[in-house]
């Protein structure tokens, strides 16, 4: 397996690559800069909460902010646990919370599906628990109880009277703002990192001088993201009333 992270080495490493040099930009950026950035963002829009019509929304662009702060310091983290599929799984995360990000700007009707699916999201993992409990046999006390919960969630705080469809998909969300060849190649990229394929367990894994510099690599992927989203971000919170 030995021939699996020798091409890894030759497709994704400069031969000047530093990797002390990286890695310090990134510890500076996730502990720092954008730390930093996300809380000016949230003071500005919390100082102008009060004179904003749909609160929803800005209620919405601050849970995003937190969203990416917490990735941030989640990926932050496996900078010193030596976890590659870690810095993959926070990359993609933030990969996935830019495509989002700018989703939610196109319209305030894309932001409010997006809002919306957040009980959509439970409704599914309601449905999940139900298959879980007949596959163990066990009775699920819960679900009548869940389910409306959730109906009187969307029709007093929502004004659905029924939660129509499926939520949005993030690859169906990249095609509808033009970012699908971004996050296509991105999204397959990370994945074989971040989950255990047959090349990570069987190969990449065992490439011990190779990892470190992967892992640098991988997180300076989050990084690029965790500024796309922050930017991204910035616009909205600074072209709200």
Not at 22 to 27: I, V
Not at 67 to 91: F, H, I, Y
Not at 229 to 238: D, G, K, P, R, S
Request: aromatic share 8%.
């Amino acid at each position: 397996m030995e021939r699996f992270g020798n091409v890894l080495r030759l497709q994704a490493m400069p031969d000047d690559y530093d990797v002390e040099r990286e890695t310090e930009f990134n510890r500076e950026k996730l502990q720092t800069v954008i730390p930093n950035r996300i809380q000016e963002l949230i003071d500005i829009i919390k100082g102008r909460k009060n004179n904003s019509v749909d609160t929803w929304y800005d209620d919405l662009i601050i849970k995003i902010l937190l969203s990416v702060d917490r990735t941030c310091r989640d990926l932050l983290k496996t900078m010193d646990q030596e976890s590659v599929p870690g810095a993959a799984w926070n990359a993609r995360n933030l990969l996935e919370l830019w495509v989002w990000i700018k989703y939610c700007a196109a319209s305030q009707e894309n932001a409010r599906r997006f809002y919306e699916d957040a009980l959509r999201d439970m409704e599914g993992l309601t449905d999940a628990l139900s298959r879980l409990h007949e596959l163990r046999q066990v009775p699920n006390q819960f679900e009548a109880s869940a389910r409306q919960k959730i109906a009187e969630v969307a029709r007093e705080k929502l004004g659905l009277k029924l939660l129509d469809g499926n939520f949005a998909r993030v690859a169906d969300a990249a095609k509808s703002i033009g970012l699908h060849p971004w996050f296509s190649a991105n999204n397959i990229f990370l994945s074989k990192f971040a989950h255990p394929t047959a090349a990570l367990v069987l190969g990449i894994m065992h490439q011990t001088k190779a990892l470190r510099n992967l892992q640098a690599m991988l997180t300076t992927d989050g990084v690029y993201f965790a500024g796309k989203c922050v930017i991204a971000l910035a616009e909205i919170a600074l072209s709200i009333p």
